[in-house]
T-cell receptor, first 113, second 115 residues
Framework: DAKTTQPPSMDCAEGRAANLPCNHS???????VYWYRQIHSQGPQYIIH???NNETNEMASLIITEDRKSSTLILPHATLRDTAVYYC??????????????FGGGTRLMVKP | DSGVTQTPKHLITATGQRVTLRCSPR?????VYWYQQSLDQGLQFLIQ???????AKGNILERFSAQQFPDLHSELNLSSLELGDSALYFC??????????????FGPGTRLTVT
């Protein structure tokens, strides 16, 4: 699986967009990018995933560069409740095999009033 | 609410004891995963079951074991407990379907404290 690199921490003002980068320069053609977050001591929460195209759901948008070597998770209007550790994970989904998630250090996002 | 339930929420026990953590996956999910989160190790995968069968193992100690029952709930058994086993234990479940395999839904966790 491709290795990911994320900044250890970021701050964002409440109401502003939070843009969380992830570098995955060794990603292969069939690897998806997944984003999760973990609010303090709660179970991790799935946010979004993508392969090539940009994706949007009710929680966030995922922008993947054309060469797929990096991506950005965008929280359009960050609130205090978005303060969490955000994890970028790259995996190849393979049926009938182990599908465990491997969590790195993530980015600790602090949303400030 | 992810739809995954875990019991108990908190567990305090002594070294050398044995405990059982229980997880009920979301309705319809066949895969159950167990993860451990300690302060110094971060989130680590322990073991996965799919429809009652062990599918993958991570860094799970020999003192730990798990199983998934016909009704798809799962139990994680921890024995000969040591202080270092104190951690948050999360269970997750996922649906079938390629890209969705990593769309996992986590329970609230069980906080285990070994004294």
């Amino acid at each position: 699986d491709a290795k990911t690199t994320q900044p250890p921490s970021m701050d964002c003002a409440e109401g502003r967009a939070a843009n969380l980068p992830c570098n995955h320069s060794t990603i292969s053609g069939n690897e998806y990018v997944y984003w999760y977050r973990q609010i303090h001591s709660q179970g991790p929460q799935y946010i979004i995933h993508g392969l090539k195209n940009n994706e949007t759901n009710e929680m966030a948008s995922l922008i993947i560069t054309e060469d797929r070597k990096s991506s950005t998770l965008i929280l359009p209007h960050a609130t205090l409740r978005d303060t969490a550790v955000y994890y970028c994970i790259v995996r190849v989904p393979v049926n009938n095999a182990g599908n465990m998630l491997t969590f790195g250090g993530g980015t600790r996002l602090m949303v400030k009033p | 609410d992810s739809g995954v339930t875990q019991t108990p929420k908190h567990l305090i026990t002594a070294t050398g004891q044995r405990v059982t953590l229980r997880c009920s996956p979301r309705s319809g999910d066949l895969s159950v995963y167990w993860y451990q989160q300690s302060l110094d190790q971060g989130l680590q995968f322990l073991i996965q079951y799919y429809n009652g069968e062990e599918r993958a193992k991570g860094n799970i100690l020999e003192r730990f074991s798990a199983q998934q029952f016909p009704d798809l709930h799962s139990e994680l058994n921890l024995s000969s407990l040591e202080l270092g086993d104190s951690a948050l234990y999360f269970c997750a479940s996922s649906v079938r379907g390629r890209a969705l395999l990593y769309e996992q839904y986590f329970g609230p966790g069980t906080r285990l404290t070994v004294t």
